[in-house]
């Protein structure tokens, strides 16, 4: 069964960065094309970046130029470094195949950005 566990949020100030970890279990995105999601409260879940097997990347342009995704193929797990934060970045972050499949949703990690 597939899996799709992220880490790394937390509470981070204005103009901070976080380093966002997502681990799948099998091989399932070694071929496919890698998303971070994110939902904020009161707001539908959006798709801020994605990654291909060839690591060609696209950004939301609310995160362009902050928000970087990579991904390790050889450890299955998909990264998004996220630099100079701004409190509208708060929410809980998810990864998933893109286009997304429901059944590999996971619990997603929260990232709150506050003084």
């Known amino acids: 069964q597939v899996q799709l566990v992220e880490s790394g949020g937390g509470l981070v100030q204005p103009g901070g960065s976080l380093r966002l970890s997502c681990a799948a279990s099998?091989?399932?995105?070694?071929?496919?094309?890698m998303g971070w999601f994110r939902q904020a409260p009161g707001k539908q879940r959006e798709l801020i970046a994605t990654?291909?097997?060839?690591?060609?990347?696209n950004y939301r342009d609310s995160v362009k130029g902050r928000f970087t995704i990579s991904r390790d193929n050889a450890k299955n797990t998909v990264y998004l470094q996220m630099n100079s934060l701004k409190p509208e970045d708060t929410a809980v972050y998810y990864c998933?195949?893109?286009?997304?499949?429901?059944?590999?949703w996971g619990q997603g990690t929260q990232v709150t950005v506050s003084s």
């Open positions: 099998g091989s399932i995105f070694r071929a496919n094309v």
């Open positions: 998933n195949l893109v286009p997304a499949t429901q059944d590999y």
């Open positions: 990654i291909t097997s060839g690591a060609s990347t």
